[in-house]
């Protein structure tokens, strides 16, 4: 483990780097899901999931299918949902979600991503929690494959990294996902 000095809105790490696992952090909408969509379009053996926005809605987006599968509800809607603040999810797209986490890890690709933890998991324990609580701790190990490409706001950064125990992870800008 070697000590590095990292830098990220405006707070300051000093830890040591666990190089196998990333988060990405900036602020709520500023391109982060854009970015990595592409992002996984120049990279070989990336699996995970990213949640874009299409025509005004969210959607789930399986990166190893290239599958899109609707996430966020409608209003009028009465599917089981998990409600985040002024969005409705669907309950059914999370368990997919969480699925798609665990059969991908399973797999041991180069990149596994996961856009995002948010406060439903950080704050409520729910959402993908139960893939998270899985994938984490393998990418921990120092005798892993593969490398974990997290996405977590600015906002949530701090309690996301006591919560799941990611002092040692590197904490990357968008601007340098093409380093990656």
Known sequence: MVALYIHCSSLRYIQKVNKHIYILSAPVRTGKTTALLLWVQTRANVQGILTPDKDGKRVLYNIGRKEQIPFELEPADTSP???VGK???SEEAFLRANDILQQAATHHPHWLL???IGKLEIEQGIGLTPAIRQIIPYYQRANN???LLLV???TLLDKALERYNLAGATII???QLAEL
């Open 81 to 83: 949902a998990i409600t």
């Open 145 to 147: 494959k593969g490398k």
């Open 152 to 154: 977590i706001r600015d």
């Open 173 to 175: 800008a968008q601007t």
């Open 114 to 116: 996961i856009d995002e």
């Open 87 to 89: 969005f409705n999810f």
